[in-house]
């Protein structure tokens, strides 16, 4: 199964992944982006949030 995941070293905490898709991804410590429910939107609306991370800090991951 595909999972997006925020590289923490990345990320840079500007909130937009949490703006296009906030059912996957809420802001957690220290302005950090994380995953709060993997299959909390479909593909595409995370698709969205990866093109939208202008660090590149999120991907999929098999798990
Ligand atoms: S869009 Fe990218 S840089 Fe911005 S909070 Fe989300 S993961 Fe972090």
């Given amino acids: 199964m595909k999972v ?3 590289d923490a070293d990345l990320c840079t905490g500007c909130g937009a ?3 296009v898709c ?3 991804f809420e802001m ?4 950090i ?3 709060k429910n993997p299959t909390g939107a ?3 609306d995370v698709e ?9 800090a999120i991907s999929w991951s098999e798990k």
Wanted: charged share 25%; net charge negative; proline share 7%.
């Fill in 4 to 6: 997006p995941v925020v």
């Fill in 22 to 24: 906030a059912n996957v």
């Fill in 33 to 35: 982006a994380v995953v």
């Fill in 17 to 19: 992944c949490v703006d």
């Fill in 48 to 56: 969205e949030a990866i093109d939208a991370c202008p660090s590149e």
């Fill in 28 to 31: 957690g410590e220290n302005d």
């Fill in 42 to 44: 479909g593909e595409s």
